[in-house]
């Protein structure tokens, strides 16, 4: 099945996700000081649903690696239920709620344990920050929020965040990581969003297409390509809430990156300002 390339606003690639050309777009992001990159659990653990060592090592190296240049680097992180089903031992990923929560209040821990421990063995000091909806909305809570994170930057610690799930509700939700990073890129007014995946960017079609390219440039996200997106992902997350985020941060003026959390030097590439992923350019530009 070959879904028609959604033709409005966007540069089809000629090749995928590889290649050392510099467009004067993606050389900005070389000036990025600050910036939030968001994984997913997938890009965190195994099958079996327990936290995988080598792909957190490498995050957090490749992670160390733009600390070293100087940037500030804020993570929002997923992998919370997942790690707890793992840690649990539970067959499957449960479905009712207050079993999701249980997990995720058993996974976070685990979670900020393989963190603190690749982290530590860089010498890097880290922090958790657990968000719900409320800490946008209520401008006293997102003071705190915002007054919190310069604190910890301008103390050289990364903030490692994620929503609140034990609290958190269909109806106070943020909704997904990927759209909890875009409010916390415009909260923390960074230069840059990178969304880690396991895609290497967005397609033109179903990425288990191969016919599909990888869309190496979208110029502004338009509802033609959420409603494009929507459909070639089967309605339901992964890409969808990925070119969301994307939207809200790129409006806002924040550039944003989807690439593959695999990857090698995967963030490097992306500051260098290699064509690797999709790059979304900020309004205004
Ligand atoms: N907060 C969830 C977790 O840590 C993940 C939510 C998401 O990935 O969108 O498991």
């Known amino acids: 099945m070959c879904h028609a390339p959604p033709k409005l606003n966007l540069k089809p690639t000629r090749k995928s996700n590889v290649g050392d050309e510099v467009i004067p777009e993606r050389k900005k992001l070389r000036a990025a ?19 995988d060592q080598k792909k957190v090592g490498k995050f957090v190296s490749d992670i160390m690696a733009l600390r070293k240049l100087g940037k ?9 239920i997942g790690a707890g089903v793992g840690r649990l031992g539970l067959p499957k990923r449960p479905k009712q709620l207050p079993a999701l929560q ?21 010498n890097q000091t880290i922090s958790q920050l657990l968000l719900s909806s409320e800490d946008f909305t209520d401008p006293t809570r997102y003071n705190n929020f915002k007054n919190t994170l310069s604190t910890l930057l301008q103390w050289g610690v990364i903030p490692i965040i994620n929503e609140n799930d034990t609290v958190a509700t ?11 990073s875009a409010y916390v890129a415009k909260g923390a007014k960074v230069g840059l969003l990178i969304l880690l995946s396991d895609i290497h960017g967005l397609y033109d079609g179903s990425p288990t ?3 599909s390219v ?13 409603r494009s997106v929507l459909k070639s992902s089967g309605g339901f997350g992964g890409m969808f809430t990925k070119v969301q985020a994307a939207r809200m941060a790129s409006e806002a003026g924040i550039p944003v990156v ?9 963030l490097m590439r992306i500051i260098e300002g290699e064509e690797v992923g999709t790059l979304f350019l900020p309004r205004g530009d």
Not at 33 to 51: A, C, E, M, W, Y
Not at 102 to 122: I, R, S, T
């Open 102 to 122: 249980a997990a995720a209040a058993v996974g976070q821990v685990k979670l900020m344990e393989v963190y603190e421990k690749n982290f530590g063995a860089h």
């Open 33 to 51: 000081k600050r910036i939030v990159i968001k994984i997913g659990t997938k890009s965190l653990t195994g099958d079996n649903s327990k936290l």
């Open 72 to 80: 500030e680097v804020l993570i929002v992180t997923s992998g919370a």
């Open 258 to 266: 989807i690439a593959n959390a695999r990857a090698k030097d995967v």
């Open 170 to 180: 269909d109806e106070i939700r943020v909704g997904d990581n990927d759209v909890l």
């Open 209 to 211: 297409d191969g016919e």
């Open 214 to 226: 990888m869309i190496p440039l979208v110029r502004r996200v338009t509802p033609k390509i959420e």
